[in-house]
């Protein structure tokens, strides 16, 4: 294998950034999707139930926990993001770049749990 120019080192670094922004869009996505389920929550606490007619919202606080839940889950989806971002540096300029699942798959379990949760939620809060 031939010694890397310079154009092959500064490629990897700019993927290696443009993985890490496209992990940040994903945490923060994550964390709007989590704010909105927790304002959406409390604005329907606050609505009188005149307004809603025969509507009950359900009186739980699930929502605002799986919110809370989602925005955690996005700040981890950042920190662990700019940590691999550095791990990867770290292992560029040693030239030795392993590749490893364990953030994928972390977060892709969080984020199903919370998926599953609300989807109980939802058919619990539809039936009741």
Do not use: C
């Not at 031939?2 to 670094?13: A, F, G, L, R, V």
């Not at 994903?26 to 606050?46: C, E, P, R």
Request: glycine share 6%.
């Amino acid at each position: 294998m031939s010694p890397k120019n310079d154009q092959e080192i500064m490629n990897e670094y700019l993927s290696n950034e443009r993985t890490l922004l496209a992990w940040l869009r994903t945490g923060i996505g994550i964390m709007v999707f989590g704010f909105v389920a927790v304002k959406f929550s409390l604005f329907l606490k606050q609505v009188p139930t005149k307004h809603l007619g025969e509507t009950v919202p359900p009186n739980s606080n699930f929502t605002i926990y799986l919110g809370i839940g989602l925005l955690i889950a996005g700040a981890l989806t950042i920190l662990l993001s700019y940590l691999r971002y550095m791990h990867t540096i770290k292992l560029l300029k040693k030239g030795k770049y392993q590749y490893s699942t364990a953030m994928l798959t972390f977060i892709t379990m969080m984020l199903f749990v919370l998926s599953i949760s609300l989807i109980a939620y939802l058919i619990i809060a539809a039936s009741a």
